[in-house]
């Protein structure tokens, strides 16, 4: 499975969601990685054909995949950000009527249903009414109709926004465990999500992938390096107008900040290996004395 | 077929539509009752007592004194029952009058009634339009002549309706001419009966649009449509099916209610009544050669027909916009549009070419097939019901293609 992107352009208006974007992937798991408001979304809307780009292409396995049309959604399973779904409808119910859009066979559709039911562990609540579950067991939910077809591409948006920690760690081991054989493209805001489980990483801003690459790669792509000192508490403030600050730790009349800068902010301070968050702190942060500081 | 089945059920899982259609059916056992109870007469009693009779009582009371004037209307009974008339009149001053024996005129006048409004109606002054005064029309006239009177009557009519349109004059004529006659009289029914069904179909399509209204603006709403529309069959195919089941739920709902509220009437009203011609219960003029029973079968299907035209057009607003409030007003409006415009201008293309046209008040269909409303375009003249059947055909047709088409070009924003 190859999907390739090329020129990839989506204009609202005067607005540039998404700005000229090239990229080739194949089966393994991509994490898309940026603030809100990069057009993560608006990528991942191209990519499922829910919007038509303003120009450039995206092609699988050599073929434009708005021409596909259905032989392209065959292959696709795709989790939104928000899914909306039908409150009366059981879990049961509801994978059986995605399952039928899907074009699933009537003789395996029951046993399909069953078994992913039981993979996301919803088997106890599968006669229960979605309106009913928790947030992170609708998010399962998705998971599964996203699996229905065994996409051979799939696509999650933001899927653990809204779920707790333990929620976000299962979720995370689920898509981890359903990656195998597929192209599977994972966006986020939060880091954790995509540091243990994707094979590649893209960084994107304002429309734009600023960096891709592994977790090793893009740690070697940062020119700056990460210190971590401890600094009296009144200077907290000072430090943060001059630095991009990625951590900071309360300890008796001291704060442990973890900095990330070309040269060495104090005479304490130690040098220490990065990690992703830096890396994500790197290209999106700001330091509180820039203007319009987002941090 | 499987999509089918399970749309209909997801439809029927919710919550709403289920209420909107119990309010559906109960409407309609609301809405016969109301005619039955209008009905009302003074029973005269021998001991010189007078009893109000109400609802059924009245109906069985009027239903045993109309058997006496049932049957064809041949110029013969027509004649007779003026005598009766006149006799009465002159043994007793007018019938309007308090002195005028309630006796004689439950008995005498009251069976004939229908026959007697004809006669004046086709006596009408040709210039005014006003029916003739029955003391003032010659029994002697009557004699073999009486449906040539009526199509004067219709003439003098359409000259002054259609003043500039000599093509109308001309159809309505021809229209008139082919009625079969001698026309058959049951009396019993009230026209409320028919209004009513009129009305009942008024609040069937606005709780078909109120249902229909989600059907995609409400999936565009919660996201939902986001999953519909990347699986294999999520853009024609979910249309069509959406689309289909939405109107066999609608078929279905419209034909179990309008079922329900015609037979409630006429297990009130009795079924002889229903052979009565078009003309003996609205005017001896009218142009429909139909009987009651065969205009409750008419108004039921351009009922239906209206509704699905409506509901069509509400499903095209529903691929179009985002948001299910939206589609709601603007379906509203779509909806009573005909009705304001009827109001405001009379009968206009504007008021018969929208979907539900043949759905309101004084521009539904009922009314528009009682009454002498020509539409003329290039020298050619359409009959307002006629106008109203073909745009509602039409519309259906072509609002179901767009809201195909609208849903499959969608983009999620």
Same mark, same amino acid.
């Given at each position: 499975m190859k999907l390739e992107l090329d020129g990839l352009t989506k204009e609202f208006g005067d607005f540039t969601a998404v700005n000229h974007i090239n990229l080739t992937m194949t089966n393994g798991v991509y994490g898309l990685l940026g603030v809100n408001g990069a057009g993560k979304t608006t990528l991942m809307r191209m990519l499922c054909t829910l919007l038509k780009p303003t120009s450039g292409t995206i092609c699988c396995n050599g073929k434009d995949i708005f021409s596909m049309d259905s032989e392209y959604r065959k292959l696709l399973g795709y989790l939104p950000q928000d899914f909306g779904f039908y409150p009366e409808f059981t879990v049961e119910d509801y994978l059986l009527y995605i399952a039928a859009l899907k074009g699933i066979r009537p003789v395996?559709?029951?046993?399909?249903?069953?078994?992913?039911?039981?993979?996301?562990?919803?088997?106890?609540?599968?006669?229960?009414?979605?309106?009913?579950?928790?947030?992170?067991?609708?998010?399962?939910?998705?998971?599964?109709?996203?699996?229905?077809?065994?996409?051979?591409?799939?696509?999650?948006?933001e899927p653990t926004a809204g779920l707790d920690p333990n929620e976000r760690i299962r979720f995370r081991n689920?898509?981890?465990?359903?990656?195998?054989?597929?192209?599977?493209?994972?966006?986020?805001?939060?880091?954790?999500?995509?540091?243990?489980?994707a094979n590649e990483i893209w960084l994107m801003k304002d429309g734009e992938i600023l960096h891709k690459g592994s977790?090793?790669?893009?740690?070697?792509?940062?020119?700056?390096?990460?210190?971590?000192?401890?600094?009296?508490?009144?200077?907290?403030?000072d430090f943060m107008e001059k630095y991009k600050i990625s951590n900071m730790k309360s300890e008796i009349n001291q704060v442990m900040l973890r900095i990330i800068s070309h040269e060495k902010p104090v005479e304490n301070a130690m040098r220490v290996e990065a990690s992703l968050e830096d890396v994500f702190l790197y290209y999106f942060g700001e330091k509180a004395g820039d203007e319009n500081a987002a941090l | 077929m499987r999509l089918f089945r399970l749309e209909i059920k997801r439809i029927l899982k919710s919550r709403r539509t289920l209420i909107l259609l119990a309010i559906a059916l109960l409407l309609s056992v609301a809405m016969a009752y109301l005619p039955i109870s209008f009905e009302g007469i003074n029973r005269p009693n021998k001991d010189g007592t007078v009893t109000e009779l109400n609802g059924l009582a009245a109906i069985k009371y009027k239903q045993d004194l109309y058997k006496t004037s049932a049957g064809e209307v041949t110029p013969d009974r027509i004649k007779s029952a003026l005598e009766t008339y006149q006799s009465c009149v002159r043994e007793y001053g007018p019938v309007e009058e308090e002195g005028f024996p309630l006796a004689v005129y439950i008995e005498k006048i009251v069976p004939f009634r229908h026959l007697l409004m004809g006669l004046s109606e086709a006596?009408?002054?040709?210039?005014t339009g006003i029916g003739a005064d029955l003391m003032d029309i010659d029994p002697n006239d009557i004699d073999g002549a009486y449906y040539e009177k009526c199509a004067e009557h219709l003439q003098d009519v359409m000259r002054n309706e259609q003043r500039e349109n000599e093509t109308a004059q001309q159809k309505a004529l021809e229209k008139y001419s082919e009625l079969d006659t001698p026309f058959y009289l049951h009396s019993g029914i009230s026209k409320d009966a028919f209004d009513y069904i009129e009305l009942y179909i008024l609040l069937l399509a606005i709780l078909c649009v109120a249902i229909a209204a989600? $059907?995609?603006? =409400?999936?565009?709403? $919660?996201?939902?449509?986001?999953? /519909? %529309?990347?699986?294999?069959?999520? %853009?024609?195919?979910?249309?069509? $099916?959406?689309?289909?089941?939405?109107?066999?739920?609608?078929?279905? $709902?419209?034909?179990?209610?309008?079922?329900?509220?015609?037979?409630?009437?006429?297990?009130?009203?009795?079924?002889?009544?229903?052979?009565?011609?078009?003309?003996? %219960?609205?005017?001896?003029?009218?142009?429909?050669? @139909?009987?009651?029973?065969?205009?409750?079968?008419?108004?039921?299907?351009?009922? /239906?027909?209206?509704?699905?035209?409506?509901?069509?057009?509400?499903?095209?607003?529903?691929a179009k916009?985002?948001?299910?409030?939206?589609v709601l007003l603007i379906s509203i409006v779509v909806l009573l549009m005909p009705l304001f415009a009827y109001v405001a201008m009379g009968a206009t293309w504007l008021s018969t070419i929208f979907p539900s046209a043949g759905i309101g008040m004084q521009n539904n269909f009922?009314?528009?097939?009682?009454?002498?409303?020509?539409?003329? @375009? =290039? =020298?050619m003249s359409f009959w307002t019901p006629h106008v109203i059947l073909l745009s509602a055909g039409i519309e259906l047709f072509v609002f179901t293609f767009l809201a195909i088409h609208s849903y499959c070009r969608h983009q999620v924003a």
């Open positions: 395996v559709v029951k046993k399909r249903v069953k078994e992913l039911i039981a993979k996301v562990g919803l088997s106890k609540v599968a006669h229960k009414k979605m309106k009913k579950l928790s947030g992170g067991m609708k998010r399962r939910a998705g998971i599964a109709q996203a699996m229905l077809n065994n996409p051979k591409i799939l696509i999650l948006d689920l898509i981890s465990e359903l990656s195998e054989d597929r192209l599977v493209l994972l966006s986020t805001h939060i880091v954790s999500d995509i540091e243990y489980i977790i090793d790669e893009l740690i070697n792509s940062m020119t700056e390096t990460v210190w971590e000192c401890l600094v009296p508490k009144n200077r907290v403030s | 006596f009408a002054d040709p210039l989600p $059907t995609f603006a =409400g999936e565009y709403q $919660t996201g939902g449509d986001s999953i /519909l %529309r990347t699986t294999k069959y999520g %853009r024609k195919q979910l249309a069509i $099916t959406k689309i289909l089941a939405a109107f066999t739920l609608f078929v279905v $709902t419209f034909l179990v209610g309008i079922t329900v509220h015609i037979l409630i009437l006429d297990a009130a009203f009795g079924t002889d009544c229903l052979k009565t011609s078009f003309q003996m %219960r609205y005017s001896i003029i009218n142009l429909p050669n @139909i009987n009651l029973g065969q205009l409750q079968i008419i108004l039921a299907a351009t009922g /239906l027909l209206s509704v699905l035209a409506t509901v069509s057009c509400t499903l095209f607003l529903s916009c985002k948001d299910t409030l939206t009922l009314y528009q097939l009682a009454d002498f409303n020509y539409l003329n @375009i =290039g =020298g």
